[in-house]
């Protein structure tokens, strides 16, 4: 079946520290990857996707690769603010079924 | 552009009770979506409108939860009677069609005593 596995939180980084949230997911096929970002009391947003293997989203200063070989979506960041936190959502898209299937989310805090 | 926006944003209610969640999405977009979303749980998708169309409501429980959306705009969803398991954050998306980027509301958090 289709599934995103994320690394579990919550994650507690000071300002300026490198982030990596890591994502794996099982599909068949070709799926879309994309990380969301859920800020308390809002909804989901979408924070950066990649459509095919090696693509690279980017996004305020966030980045993720789409590895096939590893099935992995693992996001990153060089140098985190408070105002990055928040919930991230890894997820997949297949265009067969058009359904969205997420992870679990990752708390992420970031203190000054 | 206005994005989704869902109401009420709260809702405490008696098990048994009826409840019912409004959703405007995005102006000319055609798919809609309604998600649960768990406490520390990703969404779950319920129900997907292709216009007025309930194209997959598969993961609706059916016994007790319904959908609407008449005239392929404002959407509904409704549960009756509630029971203490359904206490979640119920999300409405939509998208321009099912293959474009899909846009949240803030959702409607529900809580049964």
């Known amino acids: 079946g289709n599934s995103v596995t994320q690394m579990e939180g919550p994650v507690t980084l000071s300002e300026e520290a490198f982030l990596t949230i890591n994502c794996t997911y099982t599909?068949?096929?070709?799926?879309?990857l994309f990380w969301y970002v859920q800020y308390p009391g809002e909804g989901l947003q979408l924070l950066l996707k990649a459509t095919k293997a090696d693509d690279k989203g980017s996004n305020k200063g966030f980045e993720a690769t789409y590895r096939k070989e590893t099935t992995s979506f693992h996001l990153e960041k060089g140098s985190v603010q408070v105002s990055d936190s928040a919930v991230y959502f890894c997820a997949l898209f297949r265009n067969t079924g058009n359904q969205f299937y997420f992870g679990t989310g990752t708390s992420l805090t970031v203190i000054p | 552009e206005a994005g989704v926006v869902q109401s009420p944003r709260y809702k405490i209610i008696e098990k048994k009770q009826p409840v019912a969640f409004w959703c405007n999405p995005i102006s000319g977009h055609n798919t809609l979506y309604w998600y649960l979303q768990n406490l520390g749980q990703g969404p779950e998708l319920l129900i997907r409108?292709?216009?007025?169309?309930?194209?997959?409501d598969s993961q609706l429980p059916k016994d007790r939860f319904s959908a609407e959306r008449l005239k392929g705009v404002d959407s509904t969803l409704k549960i009756q009677p509630a029971e203490l398991g359904d206490s979640a954050v119920y999300l409405c998306?939509?998208?321009?069609?099912?293959?474009?980027?899909?846009?949240f509301g803030p959702g409607t958090r529900l809580t049964v005593l």
């Open positions: 998306a939509s998208s321009l069609t099912q293959a474009h980027e899909q846009f």
């Open positions: 599909a068949t096929g070709y799926p879309s």
């Open positions: 409108y292709e216009n007025e169309e309930a194209v997959d």
